[in-house]
């Protein structure tokens, strides 16, 4: 039977990460956790299903895609600031199967209105969250790498190397998935199907870090779809 892998890149979050492993850790067969700058190694992550990767913050959120080419199976990758229900990994492995592990799915994802884009995170077009309430399936131009499954046969040629830029992995799929042909399908999901876990120093998200200064993921949207 193929093998549920989990994958979780974390910035520091200890508290946070402990309680994103608990909620999926019995879905699972591997955990994958790279630990960007911290200090030391949680001991509640010492277990046999656990392999922990001690990492700078070089690549970012795209340590989440570490060893998926050594990887088989339904491959995971989850964020430190969500709680997952516990029939996450049904649902999406489902999902997988009903589009015969031929494309990525997640539950968060956009597609923008028209290109070229002045903004990354302000121009125009359709957002589906995945803490909100989806009423159908959708294929998207990007789609949310913290609440996305993919059978390993689909990338296998993906190595972390890919991702230029770090804290980028969404764009970065999208792009691979554009030039490898690659449907990112944003599947229907109940309002509330995700918790998430508020971040006490909302300045480490991505979003803040970026919304207000986003030329390079701007510049990339923009060059993946030839403008």
């Not at 649902?91 to 990354?120: A, C, M, Q, T, W």
């Not at 490898?180 to 508020?198: A, M, P, S, T």
Request: with cysteine; aromatic share 14%.
């Amino acid at each position: 039977m193929d093998k549920k892998i989990f994958n979780i890149s974390s910035f520091n979050r200890k508290e946070t990460l402990l309680k994103t492993i608990d909620s999926i850790f019995d879905q699972s067969d591997i955990i994958n956790i790279s630990l960007n700058s911290y200090e030391s190694i949680p001991v509640e992550l010492y277990d046999k299903k656990i392999r922990i990767f001690i990492t700078d913050n070089e690549k970012g959120d795209a340590y989440k895609f570490i060893k998926i080419d050594k990887s088989n199976g339904y491959y995971f990758t989850i964020d430190d600031d969500i709680i997952y229900p516990n029939d996450y990994s049904k649902y999406l492995i489902e999902k997988v199967e009903k589009y015969n592990r031929k494309s990525i799915i997640s539950l968060h994802g956009r597609n923008f209105n028209s290109f070229p884009i002045d903004s990354y995170y302000k121009s125009p077009g359709r957002r589906i969250h995945c803490l909100h309430e989806s009423l159908n399936d959708e294929v998207v131009q990007f789609g949310g790498t913290g609440v996305m499954c993919i059978h390993t046969d689909l990338l296998k040629n993906l190595d972390i190397n890919y991702f230029e830029y770090p804290n980028m992995a969404d764009i970065w799929i999208g792009k691979y998935a554009i030039e490898n042909n690659i449907d990112i399908v944003c599947v229907e999901h109940k309002d509330g199907f995700l918790k998430y876990q508020d971040v006490v120093e909302d300045i480490n998200t991505i979003y803040s870090t970026f919304q207000n200064n986003d030329r390079i993921q701007t510049t990339l949207v923009n060059s993946i779809f030839n403008i």
